[in-house]
């Protein structure tokens, strides 16, 4: 695919401001209802709220996102000067007097700020017309890409990695908050594509073509965010292959590679995020096959399961997604999916992510989760503070803690549940509304203790004055809520 020069790139991202092509515009000029539509892949609304109008705002949301032919001249007078050399480029086709996409560019903006135009493929699967898949095919953004923007810690930092990079949608975001990018992929569609990406929204990214790690051997970095083609597919030829989601691995030994290998390239301090599937092997617990992933590695690690999806719900999902649905290929390749599964003895598949910290301590912090619940997005925050605390945690000493002045979260709400007319709750619960949106049932004497955690008391002595009001040894009541408010301090009760 042939680039455009820098003064093109230029004149085309002066053009997007002018006429206010960005998300914000897109959905006031649509309607939320037309522009959530979109999302789900369907056009109707949005080109019936666009009707025949020929603003240049119209015709850019027509060209690309509803994906329809516009006229050359409407197009001209939005984009003076650079039909042409959009053309030759490969990002439009001229027929005649009419101009359709050769590929995706559309607005872009995320909660955290990250704001801009995103270069990817064309949908394939708009309205009805599902279309094949090409294997070097680069996908846009995506719930997968989202939610890995989401989760990406946001700290500055000093060197980050984006590994797979594709549209380049995560280099965009992490350009906000590094002092310097590089971004991989073994497609050079993809290449080529994120470095347009990169150039319309005017970051700096240092883009690489390769496998996995190879393009940064020997390197070390701060922050590594991955979405890597993890879906666990037959073996197919590359040229049957999709590449943005599938490898050559067997099962999820790629996802496998990329946190053992992903480990050796973190800098001290660093964190490895990888969002991810992995296989539920019968006779095989699933944490102790991930564990043993990054066992020695030294690294902190917390791993959270989302979702698990039984094998003819994965393969229905993804046979979906390659747009077989429908097709003659559906049921054979759909029976292919089934006994690669059973050959290996993968039962279920978990889907989640993982995050790893070279924290440098010799006894690493290990928890894997099954965690399916509603959770605040972006939850980044709650990521960072939880490395915080663990830090704080491993500080310190017994006594220490005791003679910290703690304070309950101010988003943490007291729920109670018990028989109408009694007296006291059957159970009393206390709930995050932010993060994790965790929740714990204390009991009697440590939801004493936390309710007097407001800042003003150590907790030692809030601890005795509990004791005595309900009569119960100082000294065992300590023993108990000791380990019990370290946990409750790295889940973001207590700071």
């Known amino acids: 695919m042939p680039s455009l020069s820098p003064d093109h790139v230029?004149?085309?991202?002066?053009?997007?401001?002018?006429?206010?092509?960005?998300?914000?515009?897109?959905?006031?000029?649509?309607?939320?209802?037309?522009?959530?539509?979109?999302?789900?892949?369907?056009?109707?609304?949005?080109?019936?709220?666009?009707?025949?109008?020929?603003?240049?705002?119209?015709?850019?949301?027509?060209?690309w996102l509803l994906q329809r032919t516009v006229p050359r001249a409407a197009l001209e007078a939005a984009l003076p000067g650079l039909v042409g050399p959009l053309a030759a480029a490969g990002v439009l086709e001229r027929d005649g007097e009419e101009v359709r996409a050769a590929v995706d560019v559309r607005p872009y903006a995320s909660d955290d700020g990250a704001s801009g135009w995103v270069v990817s493929d064309l949908s394939p699967n708009l309205d009805t017309d599902v279309r094949p898949i090409r294997p070097d095919f680069v996908l846009g953004v995506s719930s997968a890409s989202s939610t890995l923007a989401q989760l990406t810690l946001r700290r500055p930092v000093g060197r980050?990695?984006?590994?797979?990079?594709?549209?380049?949608?995560?280099?965009?975001?992490l350009a906000r908050h590094a002092e310097a990018v590089t971004a991989t992929d073994l497609n050079p569609r993809a290449l080529e594509l994120a470095a347009l990406t990169a150039a319309l929204n005017a970051v700096d990214v240092d883009l690489r073509l390769g496998s996995l790690y190879e393009p940064v051997a020997g390197e070390r970095f701060d922050l590594i965010t991955t979405n890597p083609p993890y879906v666990m597919s037959p073996p197919r030829s590359d040229a049957d292959r999709l590449a943005y989601r599938e490898g050559s691995w067997t099962s999820d030994g790629l996802v496998e590679q990329v946190v053992r290998d992903g480990v050796g390239h973190l800098a001290e301090d660093g964190t490895l995020q990888v969002l991810a599937n992995w296989a539920h092997v019968r006779g095989q617990d699933w944490t102790e096959r991930l564990g043993g992933w990054f066992?020695?590695?030294?690294?902190?690690?917390?791993?959270?399961?989302?979702?698990?999806?039984?094998?003819?719900?994965?393969?229905?999902?993804?046979?979906?997604?390659?747009?077989?649905a429908g097709s003659p290929e559906y049921l054979p390749r759909y029976a292919e999916w089934l006994d690669y599964f059973e050959a290996l003895g993968i039962e279920a598949v978990g889907m989640g992510w993982l995050l790893l910290h070279r924290a440098g301590h010799d006894v690493p912090r290990v928890r894997l989760e099954e965690w399916p619940y509603a959770v605040e997005q972006p939850l980044a925050p709650a990521l960072e503070r939880e490395l915080v605390a663990v830090s704080l945690d491993r500080s310190l000493s017994d006594e220490a803690l005791l003679a910290r002045r703690w304070v309950?979260?101010?988003?943490?709400?007291?729920?109670?549940?018990?028989?109408?007319?009694?007296?006291?709750?059957?159970?009393?619960?206390?709930?995050?509304?932010?993060?994790?949106?965790?929740?714990?049932?204390?009991?009697?004497?440590?939801?004493?203790?936390?309710?007097?955690?407001?800042?003003?008391?150590?907790?030692?002595?809030?601890?005795?004055?509990?004791?005595?009001?309900?009569?119960?040894?100082?000294a065992d009541l300590t023993a108990e809520v000791v380990p019990a408010v370290r946990r409750l301090v790295v889940d973001g009760f207590l700071g």
Not at 24 to 31: H, I, K, S, T, Y
């Open 295 to 324: 066992a020695g590695s030294g690294c902190d690690a917390h791993v959270v399961q989302r979702e698990v999806l039984d094998v003819h719900e994965y393969a229905e999902l993804w046979l979906a997604d390659a747009g077989l």
């Open 10 to 63: 230029d004149a085309l991202r002066e053009a997007f401001v002018r006429h206010r092509y960005e998300v914000d515009a897109v959905v006031e000029r649509m309607g939320t209802a037309a522009h959530a539509a979109l999302g789900r892949n369907s056009t109707v609304a949005g080109a019936r709220a666009l009707g025949d109008a020929t603003d240049p705002l119209a015709v850019l949301s027509r060209l």
């Open 160 to 173: 980050a990695l984006d590994l797979g990079t594709g549209c380049g949608v995560q280099s965009l975001h």
């Open 408 to 474: 309950l979260a101010a988003d943490v709400v007291e729920e109670t549940i018990g028989v109408p007319g009694e007296a006291d709750p059957q159970h009393l619960v206390l709930r995050q509304q932010r993060g994790f949106r965790r929740a714990t049932e204390p009991g009697t004497a440590l939801a004493g203790v936390l309710g007097a955690c407001d800042g003003d008391l150590p907790l030692g002595t809030v601890v005795t004055t509990v004791a005595g009001l309900l009569g119960v040894d100082a």
